[in-house]
């Protein structure tokens, strides 16, 4: 994740807002590199309801300059924005497949100049893989799945298979089976990734 928040921090200096995977109210994961100013009276003033880079991504797969929502910005946020060096902007959103399910969406600024067309294709690439490494799995077994909230809890490979009245074999089975659908290099760090996405 480290390797895109830093492309997205080349593509937008003045600052960028990112939502992952979310649900009915909140984001999986969520990174705010705006200006701290701007996200005290972004806040403070309740912005995101007039926000039109917020309702645009909420309706729309896609990407799309401020410049071409300015007509719908009728409280002004893009001009309050433009006060802490937020001159141009992007916003970029898209879901799962089918337009049901989760959606991720980005919202990114730079002071200089618009946002070029490959940049913009950038961000929309940048957003659409991370939102893919966000997915739950939805082929974990249950018993991969108490293997791994052990592995978290931090018991060893033989308290586990005491535990669960199976053999370390099985238990080495399960967590390789477990790394493998989440593309996690060790035990640790696939129970990490499950404990992120909200499975154990």
Known sequence: MQRYL?????LAPAGFYLALRVGFAFPLVEHNQLPADWVREYTALGLIVHDPAIAWVYHNDGVARWSE??????AGVFTLARGHGLNFGAAVGCRDAGGAGQRSFGLF??????????ELARLRSLLGA?????????NLTAAELETLGM???????KEMANVLGVSESAIKQRLKSARLKLNAKTGSQAAAKATMLGMI
């Open 6 to 10: 830093d492309e997205y921090q080349l």
């Open 69 to 74: 929502l300015g007509t719908e910005d009728r």
């Open 109 to 118: 600024a730079r002071a200089d100049r618009e946002f070029e067309p490959e």
């Open 130 to 138: 991370a939102h893919q490494a966000h997915e739950r799995p939805r």
């Open 151 to 157: 592995v978290k809890n931090g018991l060893l490979m």
